[in-house]
């Protein structure tokens, strides 16, 4: 190989790593550039993860709140049942009271009417003193009507307070149930958070494949483990949709169990403790969702890091090669121009 073949071939050597150095930096802005962006967009998914927290935890002390107001409540229904009681009590007593009277007033007519006929038959000449006996009598009888009409309007305001006290007790039904509802939008507000999760963590996913696709471009040898964390991207998917599916189909079995135990005001009472119960159960169980979701997003975040950490240590290896092609530079320089001279 003569002299001017090596000089060729040195140049086709030089203007090759020339032009594998320009793509190299242009790969090199293009990286930074993305890396801007992936900052920009962690910045974004870091400010709307502060948003669920502050949701969260105003949910939080809304259910606390809720919890206070339906224990107020279930004392205020518990003294209405005693005092409904105690004028079932009285009203019953009052019934045997009447009865009593009645009976009274009966057997005291019918003395009188006996004794007037005896009167009748024995003293046929005091008529006089039978008609002053006749008015005692007829005064008599007004004095147990009066009393009697008394005793039928004493036992109707009683009623009456009975009914009202009913209506107020059927008012504080009317206000449990409203608790009630208000704790089922709650907790579907809690479902809607999981589900942004979902969402947020799909997009995350998402993300994370198209970076490994480019990430793939430049190391070739990783596509095992790119394999290993698509299949567990997967089966968390899976599991969030199971998840997600079992949240709803407790949901509307509370719901169903709401609306079947609401019918009887007793009833009613038990059904909204057991439901307030399941909806705490709920909520906690979202919040363990929504913090698991918050570890998987951590996760993939720092899986994130050491793409972008094995990114940058690339960067370095092109950067050390880059260099050396430079120092090779001034020796092919050199040597072109002893072949000039020569």
Known sequence: MTQQDIV???KNELLSAETEIKTLKENLTKKEWLIQRE???????TNAYLDCLRTLTET???MKLCKKEVEVLREGNAALMEMWNGLSIEKNKLEVEVQQKDEIIQRETEKVNVQTCAYIKCQGTLFSSFSIKEKELKSFKAQCDALQAGHHLELSQVEETCRKKLEVL?????VLKETVNRLTSLNAKSEEEVQQKDEIIQRETQKAKVQ?????????????SFSIKEKELKSFKAQCDALQAGHHLELSQVEETCRKKLEVLQEENAALKETVNRLTYLNAKSEDEVQQKDEIIQRETQKMRARFNA????????????????SVRPNVMHFRQVTTCS
């Open 8 to 10: 060729e071939s040195l």
């Open 170 to 174: 059927q008012e504080e039904n009317d």
């Open 39 to 45: 900052k920009e967009k962690s910045k974004a998914r």
């Open 212 to 224: 490994t696709c480019a990430y793939l471009k430049y190391q070739g040898t990783l596509f095992s």
């Open 311 to 326: 990114y940058i240590d690339c960067l370095g290896s092109l950067t050390v090669k880059d260099k050396e092609l430079t």
């Open 60 to 62: 939080k002390k809304e």
